[in-house]
């Protein structure tokens, strides 16, 4: 499975951003997609994720002003960030997680950088 994020950049607080996810390659392997993000100076966090039968959840931290959804006739997820935060400033990376039956193993994007100005 290839990832590949898009939609990051410079952005002033208070506005909203939609980040993108593009799946490729063996996608029927995928067993649940999401969200992590590394802040400057800090370790990778879970943002949000979505199950193989759309259960989604949310950090305790982005409840309220992240909405994550997916199209899967196109291999997309996204991620829309509303009120964007200074302390949003981060990597957004993507993620998948294979089925155990599946040969693949878990795959990550190269990650959209988000920089929010206050």
């Known amino acids: 499975v290839q990832l590949a994020e898009s939609g990051g950049g410079l952005v002033q607080a208070g506005t909203s951003l939609r980040l993108s996810c593009a799946a490729s390659g063996d996608t029927h392997c995928i067993a649940r997609m999401a969200w992590y993000r590394q802040a400057p100076g800090k370790g990778r966090e879970f943002v949000a994720g979505i199950s193989n039968d759309d259960y989604i959840n949310y950090a305790d931290s982005v409840k309220g002003r992240f909405t994550l959804s997916r199209d899967n006739s196109k291999m997309m997820m996204y991620l829309e960030i509303h009120s964007l935060e200074p302390e949003d400033t981060a990597v957004y990376y993507c993620?998948?997680?294979?089925?155990?039956?599946?040969?693949?193993?878990?795959?990550w994007g190269q990650g959209t950088e988000v920089t929010v100005s206050s």
């Open positions: 993620n998948a997680d294979p089925f155990g039956w599946c040969y693949v193993v878990s795959a």
